[in-house]
């Protein structure tokens, strides 16, 4: 039988296994937006190119947001919205509140004027760089972790 101070012990343990004391998360920050005309610097139509960019530590004063994990935002208009097909967004940064209170995770939806926009949040260095979050060790690790000790506590 699990008590409520066991697993309230188990779940503190779990959530400090994710943390990397000492040192802040690096995440790419860029903005479609701020791209000089002509150039897709963000990877809003064109891959994100890792080499054209450096990670800033989410905790320094380079940072334009701080943070304790990375986000990646993108929008992205219905086709037909302007004459040369759809227009896209994107925006990558660091973040310190996800809407839905979890990192490891993209959100998507679409707004009542028919924009596409999906917000994804990651917890390891520069995981703000490719279209998909991938599971951390760390992640992997504390759900085994998690079945493990429910069973058995």
Known sequence: MCTNSSLLLYLLLS???LVKLGESVRCYQCSSNEDPKGQDNCGAYRKFDEREHVAVECGSEESHMPGLFCMKVT???PKGYIWDGRWRQVIRRCASVADTGV???CNWGV????IYWEECYCVEDKCNSS???N????SIVTAILMLIGYRFL
């Open 135 to 138: 599971l951390s060790f760390g």
């Open 111 to 114: 707004y009542e004027n028919g």
């Open 75 to 77: 929008q992205q208009s």
């Open 131 to 133: 279209v998909t979050n």
């Open 15 to 17: 959530i400090i296994s």
């Open 103 to 105: 990192t490891g995770v």
